[in-house]
């Protein structure tokens, strides 16, 4: 750990107990109030994290905000900026693009849930991973622009992500998905949430970075998603991911809308990775079957064939790299998440079933428009119709209706992606 991480750290003790007196006019100056002083005129300091928070149950706060009513806005929590937790310098400057962000990406950092909650644990992490991407991935800084630590401490990823942030109108170019790196801003939280949740400090921290970076974007609350909703990857975690329904209703409620189930609850491609069971694998094999990856009789059971098949039409697809430094550890394993799912799950057009040999889009003749099932396809759809006793299926099947067929009812995860042009880098 740095000299300066620690001199932010006695630094953020102090303003703490501050803010537990209620002193809340009048902090000394320090990095509590830069934040504040970028954001509108008038708005209450903010202070910088407490002291480090204990364990404790659900109901204790995390370290964000100043719990005080605003004027205007969403209260803005305090956030560390890179230079705070001792960050390198970008190998090049990022790239700034002058559109706003449509959506925010939640991600684990795939790592050990560690039970220090301190600052210096927090710096720690955020320079762990920007050495990972920076040496390891031969990225350009940071990938993600917030980290967020077990103990609830928010920190600036990607050099500018704050400062653009605060703006409202730009966004840093990140390296957290490819495919999302402009349009979504990626947030890292520490930890793995496969079988774990996320500690309430983190959770609290999460919700309220969530809120702000909404407010000062416009984008919609309930425009929160996973990072498995775009990649084949089981980031955030089935715990995590499971909580972004809960996420999206209280994002809200913090930025004072209410939001129905309906907005709440997404209709998306399901992560499946060996050893699951069930109808949507049964589909995921037809429609392996019927794209040419899978020779076997589907049988609903994700076994070593399944993955094989999966990873080949990754492969095929250049989809099986890796692609998220902290998330790398599922590419190539063989996990049917939502960026294959599409390749399989093409629009197709039932009315035309019965039709043989049809594949898909291609037997359509129409660009983009729905294709002629191939009896395989037929098959998965009629698997997932039986396994939600589905009375009626839509006529054409779309990417919508797969998710929903999938899923179950809910709205669907849109598609869209980055401008063209933006790597991963
Ligand atoms: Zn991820």
Redesign the pocket.
């Given at each position: 750990m740095d000299g300066a991480g620690r001199a932010w750290s006695r630094r953020g003790v102090l303003l703490g107990s501050l803010v537990a007196g209620a002193a809340l006019t009048g902090l000394p100056a320090g990095p509590g109030r830069a934040l504040a002083s970028t954001g509108a005129p008038g708005r209450a300091p903010v202070p910088p994290p407490g002291p480090p928070v204990a364990p404790g149950p659900p109901a204790v706060p995390g370290p964000v905000g100043d719990g005080l009513a605003h004027a205007e806005g969403v209260p803005a929590p305090y956030i560390a900026r890179c230079f705070e937790w001792g960050a390198r310098p970008p190998s090049s400057p990022p790239q700034i693009h002058d559109v706003r962000p449509i959506r925010i990406?939640?991600?684990?950092?795939?790592g050990p849930n560690g039970t220090d909650y301190g600052v210096p644990a927090a710096h720690a992490l955020a320079r762990g991973i920007q050495r990972y991407h920076m040496d390891h991935n031969g990225w350009l800084d940071s990938g993600?622009h917030f980290t967020i630590s077990r103990g609830g401490h928010v920190m600036e990823g990607r050099l500018w992500s704050l400062g653009e942030l605060n703006r409202g109108r730009r966004v840093v170019e990140g390296a957290?998905?490819p495919g999302q790196n402009v349009i979504a801003i990626?947030i890292?939280n520490e930890g793995t949430y496969t079988g774990a949740t996320p500690t309430p400090m983190l959770w609290h921290s999460l919700r309220a970075t969530c809120a702000y970076i909404c407010d000062k974007y416009g984008i919609a609350p309930t425009e929160l998603y996973?990072?498995?909703d775009f990649?084949d990857?089981l980031?955030?975690g089935d715990r995590l991911y499971a909580a972004l329904p809960r996420l999206r209703r209280e994002v809200a409620s913090l930025m004072g809308r209410r939001v129905s189930r309906t907005e709440v609850v997404r209709s998306g491609w399901p992560a499946l990775r060996g050893g699951d069971r069930g109808p949507a694998v049964e589909a995921a094999q037809y429609l392996l079957r019927d794209s040419g990856f899978y020779r076997g009789r589907p049988d609903g059971r994700y076994d070593a064939r399944t993955g094989a098949a999966v990873t080949a039409l990754q492969r095929a697809h250049r989809a099986g790299r890796p692609v998220?430094g902290?998330?790398g550890a599922d590419a190539g394993t063989g996990v049917l998440g939502g960026l294959s799912w599409p390749l399989l799950a093409r629009p197709v057009r039932l009315g035309s079933a019965g039709v043989r040999g049809g594949r898909g889009a291609e037997g359509s003749g129409v660009p983009g428009g729905p294709g002629v099932p191939g009896d395989d396809v037929v098959r998965a759809v009629g698997v997932l119709a039986a396994a939600r006793n589905t009375e009626s299926v839509p006529d054409v099947v779309d990417g919508p209706a797969w998710q929903r067929l999938l899923s179950g009812p809910g709205t669907p995860v849109p598609g869209g992606g980055d401008p063209a042009g933006v790597a991963n880098r």
């Open positions: 990406l939640v991600h684990h950092t795939a993600q957290h998905s990626g890292e996973g990072h498995r990649r990857t980031c955030p998220c902290a998330c």
